[in-house]
């Protein structure tokens, strides 16, 4: 296991309330929010003040304990509870749609809801505690992908990314961030190209700030430069994250990210996909059952609150984009790199959990 360690922790539970970082005002300011209700954890992951599949995760699960505390000042009977508390469960889900890891963390909070039989005040401590569990797994499995993807990181590599799927897109460490900086502690001669990522600009808000903070070699080009230094040789590997995989390693990820695949694969430049086994959904076949969401029109149209283009044109904005599985040279987990074929693997990997 890497002694590399990210210095951001992403989001934490603190006593009675959830403290993340506020995504939104990268890269003017770095600051933290302190989500105290429910529909304030709802609105936070809406609006993207917490961002990243596994960081989204992370603050349903404590979402639910918000919920929870507040059904608690009801004086409702137990059975009450838990009804009123497993339906704000599935409308914090709600909150963003093609992410699994929020349904997958949810459903883990409701499994405690079912299965526990404490009063209500010890329900909330137990939902607590499985919150804070998840948290401090969240790194060890992200070290962990970290560690094995770094095993196919070439000497002094170039690795280009997409988007942002690092520390700040988790708890504290990044499943393609976490492979970048296991390879960058056992050779520092590894280097990152960072995708700007439109219309959101992660990439060269997040990616290039975290990777900075760290002191790991950056350069930041944006989205349609990718194919122009895979030819001229400069790229090494791509590896990005997810946001959901299907049973057959479809994977779905930022809007850009199958465009950087098909580049990739013409240049024979390694494609590489880091996620958690959680990130995977062995309930859809095929990329084309997952739910892609449609983002509004402004992401598109406006910087910084100022329009870049005509008023009044017509927009359409997809926030993720899905690379077909034959893409993907593998996808680092937690429990090793999965190869094709992902309708084989992936079972296997479950089975090795």
């Not at 989204?56 to 009801?74: D, M, R, T």
């Not at 963003?96 to 459903?107: D, F, G, K, Q, S």
């Not at 900086?181 to 990616?207: H, M, W």
């Not at 937690?334 to 309708?343: F, H, K, M, T």
Request: some cysteine; glycine content about 8%.
């Amino acid at each position: 296991m890497t002694e590399f360690q990210s210095k951001i922790r992403t989001i934490e539970w603190v006593d009675t309330f959830s403290r993340m970082v506020d995504q939104t005002k990268f890269p003017y300011e770095f600051s933290f929010v302190d989500i105290k209700t429910g529909q304030d954890m709802f609105d936070a992951i809406k609006t993207m003040i917490v961002r990243g599949a596994p960081a989204i995760g992370i603050a349903g699960a404590h979402g639910v304990v918000l919920y929870a505390q507040e059904l608690e000042k009801e004086n409702l009977s137990r059975d009450e509870f838990v009804s009123k508390l497993l339906e704000k469960a599935d409308y914090i889900a709600t909150s963003r749609p093609t992410a699994v890891n929020l349904m997958w963390a949810i459903e883990k909070q409701k499994e405690v809801i079912k299965n526990s039989t404490s009063d209500i005040k010890g329900l909330i401590e137990e939902l607590k505690q499985n919150g804070i569990k998840l948290e401090n797994e969240d790194i060890e499995i992200n070290k962990k992908i970290g560690d094995y993807g770094a095993e196919v990181v070439p000497k002094g590599a170039t690795i280009l990314t997409h988007c942002n799927a690092g520390a700040l897109a988790t708890v504290g460490y990044g499943t393609a961030l976490g492979v970048v900086r296991s390879a960058f502690a056992k050779d520092n001669t590894v280097q990152v190209f960072a995708d700007e990522t439109r219309p959101r600009q992660q990439g060269a808000r997040i990616t290039t700030l975290e990777l900075t903070m760290d002191g790991i070699p950056t350069t930041l080009i944006t989205d349609g430069m990718c194919s122009y230094f895979m030819k001229k040789g400069m790229i090494d590997m791509v590896c990005v994250g997810a946001d959901r995989i299907a049973a057959n390693g479809d994977t779905a990820n930022k809007i850009g990210t199958y465009t950087v695949a098909i580049a990739a694969k013409y240049h024979n430049v390694p494609f590489y996909v880091a996620a958690p086994l959680s990130t995977i959904d062995t309930s859809i076949k095929s990329g084309d059952e997952i739910v892609i969401e449609e983002r509004s029109r402004e992401e598109v149209t406006h910087i910084n609150g100022k329009s870049i283009c005509a008023e009044g044109v017509n927009v359409i904005n997809p926030g993720f984009d899905v690379t077909p599985h034959e893409l993907i040279a593998g996808i680092i987990t937690e429990v090793g790199i999965l190869r094709p074929d992902y309708n084989k693997s992936i079972i296997e990997a479950f089975k090795n959990q």
